[in-house]
């Protein structure tokens, strides 16, 4: 897969700000995270095919060289998941800067992987024995823009979850509707 110049530089372009921001939150990791970031978003890749892509590409050219066979990328990414100070940082530079409120949704999903220390039997009656992963996910409502993630165990539930959210991005003040499941989809101005 040969990925165009052009694209990669407008990407790279566009995306200055972001790679500043990063920077700030993961001084050591900021490009090994950006340079991931911008493989998945040029081609939605496997692990096992980044560091071909990644050489065939004019990132290769246009960054500094970053490690990304299968066994860097994956021991990389435990690496990353261990730094949840520094992603809280990340994201509270969104956060923060949202007046006009935060959406908030909640999902799981089964996962069977044994290996991952997210996944665990739901404590849900109706997905009894399922081990599954949850994720909180929040928007901007304005920009309609990713600006915050949890990955929590299967056995945490969505008011435990959501009240981590809140937490971690100092949520504080706002209106917190709820769907008839009672999962937390909306805190507006949830400061």
Known sequence: MRLSCGTTQLILTTTQNLLETLRQSFPTDFLHIYTLATLKLLGNLPIKDLQITYTKSAISQLLPP?????????????????????????????????????????????????????TQKDYTPNQKGKTQIRLIYAFSRKNQTPIYLLVTPGSVSDKTAFNQALEEIDGKDGTILLDNCGLAVSAVNAR
């Open 66 to 118: 970053i490690p990304l066979s299968k066994n860097t990328t994956t021991t990389f990414l435990t690496h990353l998941s261990t730094q949840r100070n520094a992603m809280i940082k990340f994201m509270k530079q969104y956060t923060q800067n949202d007046q006009d409120g935060i959406i908030f949704d909640g999902t799981n999903f089964v996962n069977g992987a044994r290996t991952n220390p997210f």
